[in-house]
Structure formats: structure tokens, C-alpha cells
């Protein structure tokens, strides 16, 4: 291919792609094919010489696009939406089309720069205090196994990347019983093992952990010869939007001298929102590790995470490496491929500087406001049919449900609706039963998208029932 061809391609798959956008309405939600069913209308074996672009295409809409769910659609009401606003695509096209490698401050300036910007953007739309800097990491995942590694590295005094983990006694990791799958494999993959990673109940206001069971764990651990390395804090858990008390886990961890990681990265992109800062993020500014995702709520297509650090030395002190080919001579630069685990990088803040320009904070904050409304009142209108329960109240816009019947049943129900294609949910555990979830964040989302799950789950629950 040619870049004439190219040109023209481009041209066809642009108008191609709002076309997509703009019928997403018309679609079911969730792919319908079978397991194997896309597999099976692929060759065997790659081809020897080239085909044209028409053809690829042609097999493109009529193989692939059968087999997708639907992420960008406005009533994808499961797990957290992976956003992808407009003008974030725009300039993820342009980070393409250049094609960069931005591990290294010398291997393309502006990546670096306008990454630092970004972040300070961010820390001000947060209501972060001064002092915090960060990095954009792929996703929350490698955010946390970052911070976890700190913490690992900081409780042996650094020594634990030179010479291993035998013989250092068992680290230990504390954490709300609602946190993310992440958390555990981050305590895998960091060697200090899923034994070692000590779940605190939630059982105060919005399901936070209790404080003084924290403490009574961090006391019951250190006791028994064990090391306490680190707290976990959650703004927003997956599961039904758990929060925890972020002062008074603040306070025991600042007492006992353990580094602090905070997951918000659903929840977080919220707090660009006062009035939001005020009810869930009062006390957030102390931690020393925080991560959210602008891929999810706030419009940036994925991937996209942001980590906050109150002090960066800790993680550089635990990450970086530098050989000589990497290291820049002649002047002290920022090297944001020491602060993360992979070496390679994108030019991700890009997308985030389209998107802030072009929708403004306030923007943005209006599409979040609306979300959380919108979810209250749908959260209201199932409350009312006949023997439906609303298990967890609305934490900004995710709320969990049941309807009548066993855990087989609400299963049943979730598999329904889906089968249906005009709404995608999912189902969760919560306090020993299952529920279905419900979580209103895709960016083009309107009130009738959402009121309109109402009518969905009514009329698939009468077919069952």
C-alpha cells in the first residue's frame, strides 16, 4: 500500500467509523455469535501474496463485526463503560499515524511534555493539593503493581530487587474486601503471595473498611513477626461502588509509617465534579499512590490510566533501571519509562489534551452529573416493580439489584436481557447472594437510553416469570 492508497482509505474508514458511531442505537449490545463461530470462517493459514483492501474490508464487516460487543453503545450498562469521545479518537489517529516510541524524553520531547501538563491538569481538576506528580500508565492494573512493588521494596529497604525475597519473612497488604481482582494478582505477580494480602471487612458507611479493624490487624500481624508494607484504599469498587473512609485509613497508615495506594479507577474521573470532591474525596490528599482511569468515565478511548504520587522517588527508587544506551546526556529530563514497568511507551496524553480542550471541564462535568442522575432514577423506577430489591443503593452511578427468585434466577434474568441486545448488564456477588449490577457511563448516553433498561428488565422478567 501506498500512501495515496492510504489517503484513501483513510477517507473511507473515517466515514466508515461515524457511520458506526451514529447507528450503534440500532445494534444489540452484546456480540450473539457462538464460541468458535468467528474462528471458524478464518483461513487456516496465512496467505502468500497480498490482498486488496477491498477485500479485507469486505471480510472485516461481515467476520469481525458480528463478533463485537458493542462498548461505545449507549445502553452498555455493564462492568464500567471503555469510553472513546470523538476527539480522543482524532488524536489517538494522529499518535498512529506518528507512530512513536516515547520511553525516553529524547525520543520525542513533546510526548513527555505534554504527559507532564496533562497530569498537572488533572491534579488541579481533582482537587489534588500541589506537590502531586504522576505518569499515564496503560491501565489501573499496572498502576497498582507498581505502587504494590513500592511498597514491597520500601519495606525491605530497597534491597528486595537486588537479592530476592527468600528469607525476608512474609510482607503484609491490607485492603477492603470490595477491592478489585487487580489487587490480588498485583500481590502475585510481586511475589508476597495472595495469603499475604489481608481483606478487611466493609461493613461502615458505603462499605468502607473499618479502621480499627485495620488496626487491629496491622497490631495481630506485626505480633506475629510479619511485615506490614502497605494499604489499599478503594474510591469506587467494581463490584457495588465501595468507599472507603479515605481519612481514617489515612490516619492508621501515617501511624504504623505504610505506604498508601488508592484504586479509584472508575469513581475517580468524578471527582473533576465539587460537589463530588466534597462527599468522596475530602480527605485523599496525603496518599501516596492514586489511580483513575480517563478510559473509563471521562472520555478517553482506552488505554489510559493516571497514577498521582504524592513523593515519585519511592516508585523511581523501585522501577528505574538505566543502562547506558537510555540514559540522556547533557541536561536533567524526565524519563517517564522509570516510573512504570514496561520500557516501551505511547503517546497517550494526547488524547487527554484533545479531549480536555474540546469538551472543557465543564463539559465533561455535565455528562457526569447527568450519569448520576439519570442512574438514580432508574435505580427508583425498578424499586417499584413488584418484588424487586434494590440491594445497594447508588454510589454515584452504579447500584445493584435482584429480582424475585434465587441466585439461579437473577442469573437467568441477566442472561435474558442480554440474549435480548437492547441493554448489556452484568451480574456480581455481594454479601454471600448474587446481584445484578448496573452502572450508567458510556459518553454519549442519553435519559431515554437509560430509562428505557426499565422497560427492558420489566418486560424480559414477565417472559420468565
Known amino acids: 500500500m501506498d500512501w495515496d492508497e492510504y489517503a484513501h482509505w483513510g477517507k473511507k474508514i473515517a466515514d466508515w467509523s461515524a457511520e458506526y458511531h451514529k447507528g450503534l442505537r440500532d445494534q444489540p449490545v452484546r456480540a450473539q455469535t457462538a464460541y468458535g463461530e468467528i474462528a471458524a470462517q478464518l483461513p487456516k493459514a496465512p496467505p502468500e501474496g497480498g490482498e486488496q483492501m477491498e477485500a479485507i474490508m469486505a471480510d472485516f464487516e461481515d467476520i469481525v463485526m458480528p463478533g463485537i460487543t458493542h462498548w461505545q453503545h449507549p445502553r452498555f450498562f455493564a462492568y464500567f463503560n471503555s469510553n472513546a469521545a470523538a476527539p480522543s479518537m482524532l488524536a489517538e489517529l494522529l499518535v498512529t499515524t506518528i507512530a512513536a516510541q516515547c520511553m525516553l524524553w529524547q525520543t520525542s520531547p513533546a510526548a513527555t511534555e505534554v504527559e507532564g501538563v496533562m497530569i498537572e491538569w488533572l491534579r488541579q481538576a481533582m482537587g489534588l493539593q500541589a506537590g502531586y506528580t504522576g505518569v499515564i500508565q496503560d491501565s489501573a492494573s499496572s498502576a497498582t503493581l507498581s505502587a504494590v512493588l513500592t511498597m514491597r521494596e520500601r519495606a525491605l529497604g530497597y534491597t528486595g530487587n537486588q537479592d530476592g525475597l527468600n528469607g525476608k519473612g512474609n510482607l503484609r497488604i491490607y485492603c477492603s474486601e470490595q477491592v478489585h481482582s487487580s489487587i490480588d494478582r498485583a500481590c502475585w505477580v510481586a511475589g508476597i503471595g495472595q495469603a499475604n494480602l489481608v481483606k478487611i471487612a466493609g461493613t461502615c458507611k458505603r462499605f468502607s473498611m473499618a479502621a480499627d479493624a485495620l488496626q487491629a490487624a496491622i497490631d495481630a500481624d506485626r505480633a506475629a513477626g510479619h511485615t506490614p508494607a502497605g494499604i489499599i484504599a478503594i474510591t469506587g469498587g467494581t ?4 468507599c472507603d473512609d479515605l481519612g481514617a485509613i489515612l490516619r492508621v497508615a501515617q501511624a504504623e509509617d505504610l505506604y498508601t495506594h488508592l484504586d479509584a479507577a472508575w469513581a475517580g474521573a468524578a471527582m473533576i465534579v465539587p460537589e463530588f470532591q466534597q462527599d468522596f474525596w475530602a480527605d485523599v490528599n ?3 499512590s492514586i489511580v483513575f482511569n480517563p478510559h473509563k468515565w471521562l472520555g478517553a478511548n482506552f488505554d489510559c490510566s493516571v497514577q498521582f504520587l504524592r513523593d515519585a522517588q519511592p516508585q523511581l527508587n523501585t522501577l528505574k533501571i538505566e543502562p547506558e544506551y537510555l540514559k540522556t546526556t547533557g541536561e536533567t529530563v524526565v524519563n517517564y519509562s522509570e516510573w512504570t514497568i514496561p520500557l516501551g511507551r505511547r503517546f497517550r496524553a494526547l488524547k487527554l489534551w484533545f479531549l480536555i480542550r ?10 457526569i452529573r447527568n450519569h448520576v442522575l439519570w442512574a438514580g432514577e432508574l435505580c427508583d423506577a425498578l424499586r417499584g416493580l413488584d418484588g424487586f430489591e434494590i440491594v445497594t443503593e447508588p454510589i454515584l452511578s452504579l447500584f445493584s439489584f435482584r429480582c424475585p427468585g434465587d441466585d439461579d434466577m437473577q442469573q437467568r434474568l ?4 442480554n440474549d435480548d441486545g437492547r441493554i448489556y448488564i452484568t451480574q456480581g456477588a455481594f454479601d454471600g447472594r448474587k446481584i445484578i449490577r448496573f452502572t450508567v457511563g458510556q459518553f454519549d448516553t442519553t435519559r431515554d437510553d437509560v430509562m428505557m433498561a426499565h422497560s427492558v428488565i420489566k ?7
Do not use: K, M, N
Not at 414 to 417: E, G, H, K, Q, S
Not at 459 to 465: A, H, K, M, N, P
Open 239 to 242: 463490584g457495588i461502588g465501595a
Open 286 to 288: 496525603g496518599y501516596d
Open 358 to 367: 474540546s469538551y472543557g471541564l465543564e463539559g465533561l462535568r455535565t455528562r
Open 414 to 417: 441477566v442472561d435474558a436481557i
Open 459 to 465: 418486560e424480559v422478567w414477565e417472559t420468565l416469570s
